[in-house]
């Protein structure tokens, strides 16, 4: 089992960050919302000077364990969402927020952790093993309307009723699902067809783990804490790894990246007062990337930098 973490666009997310206008090597404060094994908060570091702050989130202890062996003062890592960085950090005070979306190949490679049905472990599903319920102990008790309704909303899953009724029904058999194999074979007998290449499990373990850790709710909350302490010029990185992800990024990039007026009004698109974020770039892994880390294939990472007053 190789649960080495490889950080996807480690370069371009950098460089990118680095990059922006308000950016000083020697006096800089820059946000990782998402320290994983610490790949983006390492090479960071590497281009910042004495004098400058790294602040790293993780709601994973055993990145926060990571985190605590590096001997950096610069470095300051909290065990927080990064949805909660504008509660650490004062408004324009930082120069470029990265948030490296989704979960890390260690935590999938992990089977005590519960995330892949790869492996059979207990069911958990938690960033933080710290509070919250376990993906078991949610199924234990959740009715079929609620389950069915977290499957389709987070995965798009066609099958999502069926999944939730066959959970259901086991359940009152006595026999509730408390490990992943229990699960991913009970999605196997359910779900008859799918894509070629895709497991039937796919897309539900990854809605579970998504309702969860509540991780959509926490980027949209992120995303706002992030446009609050960037200074002007700085800039906004993220990395998503699907659609529902990416989708709320693009959405909340484009509609600050332009002032909304009334549809009766007589103005044409190009001629919209702007935003207060300007869109730099959409960026995707290299052929060569993916090939050596297959896990990239689905990244997209979008940049935008912060406006000063509307135009």
Same mark, same amino acid.
Not at 140 to 159: D, G, L, M, N, Y
Not at 179 to 198: D, F
């Given at each position: ?22 950016? %000083? ?9 998402? #320290? ?78 519960? /995330?892949?049905?790869? /492996?059979?472990? *207990?069911?958990?599903? +938690? ?21 069915? %309704?977290?499957?389709?909303? #987070?995965?798009?899953?066609? #099958? ?8 259901? =029904?086991? +359940?009152?058999? @006595? ?24 497991? *039937?499990?796919?897309?539900? /373990? ?24 960037? =200074? ?8 998503? #790894? ?7 990024? =693009?959405? /909340? ?28 770039? +959409? ?24 406006? @000063?007053?509307?135009?």
């Amino acid at each position: 089992m190789n649960n080495t973490h490889r950080p996807v666009l480690l370069a371009e997310a950098v460089t990118a960050m680095i990059s922006s206008s308000s950016f %000083q090597k020697e006096n800089a404060l820059i946000v990782d919302g998402t #320290f994983g094994r610490g790949g983006h908060s390492k090479a960071l570091l590497e281009q910042m000077g004495s004098n400058c702050k790294l602040i790293a989130f993780d709601k994973d202890l055993e990145a926060i364990s990571t985190a605590q062996k590096i001997i950096d003062p610069r470095l300051q890592i909290i065990h927080s969402s990064f949805a909660m960085m504008d509660q650490y950090v004062k408004s324009q005070t930082v120069d470029a927020v990265l948030l490296d979306l989704g979960i890390s190949s260690p935590q999938i490679d992990t089977p005590e952790r519960g /995330f892949s049905f790869r /492996f059979d472990g *207990p069911l958990d599903m +938690r960033m933080d093993t710290s509070c919250g319920v376990s993906a078991a102990q949610w199924l234990a008790s959740a009715p079929v309307e609620e389950i069915t %309704q977290v499957i389709k909303t #987070f995965s798009e899953e066609r #099958f999502a009723f069926a999944i939730a009724r066959a959970i259901v =029904k086991q +359940r009152e058999e @006595g026999k509730a699902v408390e490990t992943t194999l229990e699960l991913s074979n009970l999605i196997a007998k359910t779900v008859r067809t799918r894509e070629p290449g895709q497991d *039937p499990a796919t897309r539900t /373990f990854q809605a579970i783990r998504i309702y969860i850790n509540q991780e959509l709710a926490d980027l949209e909350r992120g995303l706002e804490a992030a446009l609050d302490v960037l =200074k002007i010029g700085g800039r906004l990185v993220v990395i998503s #790894f699907h659609s529902l992800e990416d989708r709320i990024v =693009k959405q /909340f990039m484009q509609s600050h990246s332009q002032i909304t007026v009334p549809r009766e009004l007589p103005i044409r698109a190009k001629d919209l007062p702007q935003g207060d974020l300007e869109l730099i770039a +959409r960026i995707k892994p290299s052929v060569s990337e993916i090939e050596e880390n297959p896990r990239a294939r689905s990244a997209v990472m979008r940049i935008a930098e912060k406006r @000063g007053m509307a135009t």
